[in-house]
């Protein structure tokens, strides 16, 4: 089983330390985003891994799973077929992370009313 963990740090001091439901929502919204983008570059020979992903994800408390027997091994090794999805990639929550971290981390401080760097 592949475990994806996003962390986000958030200033205690801040708004959220008073708005609990603010930060839950926001991890909800942000880890849904995430999740959304790995499985652009998940290997999708069948459906099965990002079906299994929507599954097995606990997107309230910002953790992504892809729930194979087969998803370790698919995540490090061999070609990903291209037919169902073009940008499939080995390491797809890796890719996702180069390409996409800047628009997650957007989107948090947008949904925690700060600003983004």
């Known amino acids: 089983m592949l475990k994806t963990t996003v962390t986000l ?5 801040g708004a959220c330390a008073k708005q609990p439901d603010t930060l839950r929502k ?18 999708d020979d069948t459906g ?8 097995a994800s606990d997107v309230q408390a910002g953790k992504l799973v892809w729930n194979t027997p087969y998803a370790r091994r698919v995540y490090y090794t061999g070609t990903p077929k291209r037919g169902r999805n073009p940008g499939a990639s080995l390491r797809w929550g890796q890719k996702a992370k180069v390409l996409h971290v800047q628009t997650w981390a957007r989107l948090a401080a947008q949904l925690l009313g700060g600003e983004s760097k």
């Open 9 to 13: 740090t958030v200033n205690p001091s």
């Open 48 to 55: 099965a891994l990002i079906a299994s992903s929507y599954a």
């Open 26 to 43: 926001a991890l909800a919204k942000v880890s849904q985003a995430v999740l959304t983008d790995c499985n652009r570059y998940a290997r």
